[in-house]
C-alpha cells in the first residue's frame, strides 16, 4: 500500500510567489493534517480537513496561506506571496476515522521542503 | 500555545546503552503518542499509550504516562546505530468533529558506535 505521498519534495519560490503543496493521503483515508516545521524544531499544526470541509484551521496564519481537500484528488497547501520566512518542511499526514486519535497514529508523507529566496 | 515539551533537547549515548527522553504537557490529554523522525523524512509512529494506562512495552520500547505530572518518558533499550534519530512526543487533543497532535519540539538522540 501506497503511504502518504508529498509533491514536490523540493520547491524553491522567489520571494512574491506562489507556493502549491500537495499531499495524497493514504488509500481509504478522508482526513488530512497539514504540519509545519522550522529547522531544528518540532512540527506546528496548521490545519485539519476532511472531505470538502475544514474542521480546524487554528494554526494557519490568518493571510496567505489557505488549504483544502476536495472529493476528488489531493489535498492542496497553498501559500501566497511568500516570504522568506516561508521556508520550512511541510508534512501532510492522514488518518482514517473519525475519532482514530483515540486509538490510531496518524500516518506522515516525507515533506515538502520550501526554499524562499 | 503549542505543548508538550521534550527533555534532554539532545542525548548522545554508546551503542548497547539505554536512552530515557522525557516529555511534559500542560492541558488534559486522550493519548499520548511518541514518534520517530529519521534526517530529511516524516514522522513515523512509534508507540500509543491511553491517558488511563501507566506504563506500555513495545520491543525495546517502554512508554510511561503520568497524568497526576502530566508527563511521559520513552525509554530505547540497547540502543543500537540505528536509533540515532529525533524523537517527538505528541498530545492528542480530540473533539467532536475530530482531533488533533500537538508535538513537542523533540529529543534528538545520536547512538555511537
Known amino acids: 500500500n501506497a503511504g502518504v505521498m508529498q509533491n514536490p519534495r523540493h520547491l524553491v519560490r522567489r520571494r512574491g510567489q506562489e507556493a502549491r503543496l500537495r499531499c495524497s493521503p493514504m488509500?481509504?483515508?478522508?482526513?488530512v493534517y497539514w504540519y509545519r516545521q522550522l529547522p531544528e524544531e518540532g512540527l506546528k499544526f496548521m490545519v485539519y480537513?476532511?472531505?470538502?470541509?475544514?474542521?480546524?484551521e487554528s494554526g494557519m496564519p490568518k493571510e496567505r496561506f489557505s488549504a483544502e481537500f476536495p472529493k476528488e484528488g489531493p489535498s492542496i497547501l497553498r501559500i501566497q506571496q511568500v516570504v522568506r520566512g516561508d521556508s520550512a518542511a511541510y508534512f501532510c499526514?492522514?488518518?482514517?476515522?473519525?475519532?482514530?486519535?483515540?486509538?490510531?497514529?496518524?500516518?506522515f508523507g516525507n515533506g515538502t521542503r520550501l526554499t524562499v529566496t | 500555545s503549542q505543548q508538550g515539551e521534550e527533555d534532554p533537547q539532545a542525548l548522545s549515548i554508546q551503542e548497547g546503552e539505554n536512552a530515557t527522553m522525557n516529555c511534559s504537557y500542560k492541558?488534559?490529554?486522550?493519548?499520548l503518542q511518541w514518534y520517530r523522525q529519521n534526517s530529511g523524512r516524516g514522522l513515523v509512529h512509534l508507540i500509543l499509550i491511553r491517558s488511563n494506562e501507566r506504563e506500555k512495552h513495545s520491543g525495546r520500547l517502554r512508554v510511561t504516562l503520568d497524568t497526576s505530572k502530566k508527563s511521559s518518558s520513552l525509554l530505547i533499550t540497547a540502543s543500537r546505530a540505528a536509533d540515532t534519530a529525533s524523537y517527538f512526543c505528541a498530545t492528542a487533543q480530540i473533539y467532536n468533529q475530530g482531533g488533533k497532535l500537538i508535538f513537542g519540539q523533540g529529543t534528538e538522540l545520536s547512538v555511537k558506535p
Open positions: 480537513l476532511q472531505k470538502e470541509n475544514i474542521i480546524d
Open positions: 488509500k481509504g483515508h478522508s482526513h
Open positions: 499526514a492522514s488518518s482514517r476515522y473519525n475519532r482514530g486519535l483515540h486509538d490510531s497514529p496518524l500516518h
Open positions: 492541558t488534559s490529554i486522550n493519548n
